[in-house]
């Protein structure tokens, strides 16, 4: 995995040799010399991970600096490593509430921080993924101003559920009350074990089960392979630890489990996959504003031109027939004078669900706007078309709209025009047209009817 990553030190030795043991790896590396001067490189040249030593004299400290990164939109989502000759708990929590991802102290593990550093940037390249979609929605206008907010912020303080994978009674006691504060710990298995948690934490020291095969599976399976893995080590057994995290797991914690490390650890975990989660909803959400109607639910005008178009062209090309149906709400104008725009909208939604249950499955019910309707029906001739498009305007007649707030419900009838395509100049616009001048005529006729109208030089 190619990547840039930010070295930050004062001292030069401290920052070549990490530069020799990435660039062997072939990073890219940036070397700063102080907080002050990352940050600002930080803004500037968007690195995928930053490697931060506390100590920096004449400036500001790695916990500042770091403090800083995370404050600034720009830079706030680039995972940050503290290093640091300090050993002791209050310095380690101390980096992690300054909102670290990960904390080593001297002499530092290669073999440790590399698995750290690969699997850092595995989720950074989701996040990047995430984020360039969603700003790829921005600029089509798919995503509106309401969305622009930063979810990071919105999920930041918010109590979770942690599922505990563990067969230490003493230590299942310990995690339960440190994180049992602020989110609902359970045990796998426990009754009220929740289903869809926010972090798992996974004993791989367990002697009942194997914690490796545990998170192997949770990787691969498509239900939790995104969830947050926090895995409970033996403080000397590097090479287990670094399996951990080969397997899967995001994070380690060494026994004795430490009180206000895996609290810290934990926020951070879940922290940032609530901001996955929110940029995926926040995809969809686009996914949604760009191909459906936002008050009946139906697919709306840009989705019927892009499903409609190709069909045509298929049958232009020997392939089956498309037919489309369009309705209209006969009198809806004066349902909306007489009884308000609400009861329009409800009206609205309750034609377009009668309409959206009593198509095919394979058939779009759409949306053109206001109070006209359109049904593309691939594969289908005029004449099956005409038969559907009757059975559809009987069950829209047949039962009265009971609008909720009304003493009396609604006599709701629609005329159809059906069109399909049958030659070899038709396109999406033609089939249309003829559909609406089957709407037109079969309003000219008496409205509640449907009417079909076929190509001037249909062969």
Known sequence: ????????????????????????????????????????????????????????PGGIDGYEACRRLKAQPETRHIPVIILTTLDDRDN?????QAGAEEFLTKPIDEVQLMARVKSLLSLKVVIDELQAREASGKRLGVIGEELHSDPLEQHRLTAGNVLLVDDNAVQIKRIKASLGVEHKVTLLGEEGASASPDLVVVAVT????????????????????????????????????????ELGAHDIIVRPIDEEEIVARARTLMRRKRYVDALRTRLDQS??????DQLTGLYNRRFLMTQLTPLVQRAQCGGEPVSVMTLDIDYFKRCNDSYGHDVGDKVLQEFSARLAT??????????????????????????????????????????????????????????????????????????????????????RAGRNRVMGRTAPHAA
Do not use: W
């Open 1 to 56: 995995m190619s990547a840039r990553i930010l070295v930050v030190d004062d001292l030069e030795a401290n920052r070549r040799l990490l530069q020799a043991r990435l660039t062997a790896d072939y990073y890219d590396v940036l070397l700063a010399q102080r907080g002050e001067e990352a940050v600002q490189l930080a803004r500037r040249e968007k690195p995928d991970l930053i490697l931060l030593y506390v100590k920096m």
């Open 92 to 96: 380690k929590v101390r980096g992690l």
């Open 206 to 245: 367990a002697k009942s089960f194997d914690g490796f095969r545990v998170i192997a599976r949770m990787r691969s399976g498509a239900p939790t392979r995104h969830l947050p893995i926090l895995a409970v080590v033996d403080p000397d057994d590097k090479e287990r630890a670094l399996r951990a995290m």
């Open 287 to 292: 996914l949604e504003l760009a191909i459906l």
């Open 358 to 443: 009593n198509v095919r499955p394979s058939d779009f019910a759409c949306r053109l706007g206001g109070e006209e309707f359109v049904v593309i029906m691939p594969r289908t001739s005029g004449d099956i078309a005409c038969l559907a498009a009757e059975r559809l305007r009987r069950h829209i007649a047949a039962t009265p709209f009971v609008i909720h707030g009304m003493d009396h419900a609604l006599e709701i009838t629609a005329s159809i025009g059906v069109a399909c395509s049958e030659t070899l100049e038709d396109t999406a616009d033609s089939v249309l047209k003829r559909a609406d001048e089957g709407l037109y005529e079969a309003k």
